[in-house]
């Protein structure tokens, strides 16, 4: 089992998430898009049961790393770019339920490849940063998205994002610092910095979910942890 992450990571989460990993690919990009999220996996891939799908301008250093793993991907139709619409377009995630977006801002190949699943459609284009899902259940740090989620009846957590840290904004988002493999959710940082970190890592457990938190600072927002394997 391999994982993706934010090269710009802090060192101490980095070395934490190698003693659950076989291998760890720092993920960056340059002169793509946004600053703040060029090294945000989840700007560039879409995650589903199925695998992986790529943005087709993804850094040819990661494609290289899951050809070397023997990682199944797909490409998708749009590149990744800097305005708005061009940066959302891999930021989405789906449940065995639900694909959870803003109604037609993922790139199309997602969109057929979710078809079957419900649409919630969000007020948030960045999806995947602003939410995490864990079996039926989301927590989110937008408040926008908890209006969309109490009016469909999913259950959910909010998390405040005031001191979740990112590059070159005043604070990031709860999905951007999460992960997920088998019963383990991962965390980019410590939860229990968080006035609202005791509260959440008792909602995470009381899915029969063990919570990792990868270092002892605040969390950081780098755009997910990607298992694959």
Known sequence: MYAIIDKRTPLDVKNNLAKYTNDIFEFSS???????ISGHPDIFIFQDEKGLVLAPNTPKSLIEFLNNKAINYSFGIKNVGENLDDSVLYNCL????HFFCKKNKPDVSIQQR????????????FARCSMFV????VVTSDKGILNVLKKN??????FDPSEIKIKDHKNGFIGG????????????????????GEALYKFISNQG?????LGNDYLY?????FFVS
Do not use: R, W
């Open 177 to 196: 610092t999460m992960g997920s493999i088998n019963n383990k959710v991962f965390f980019l940082g410590n939860i229990l910095k968080h006035h609202d």
């Open 114 to 125: 979710s078809s079957q699943k419900t649409l919630i459609n969000l007020p948030q284009a």
């Open 209 to 213: 979910k063990d919570v990792i938190c």
């Open 94 to 97: 789906t449940s065995e339920k």
């Open 30 to 36: 340059k002169g793509i898009t946004y600053n703040s």
């Open 134 to 137: 864990i079996k039926d259940k």
């Open 221 to 225: 927002d780098g755009g997910s942890i």
């Open 153 to 158: 009846v999913i259950d959910y957590f909010y």
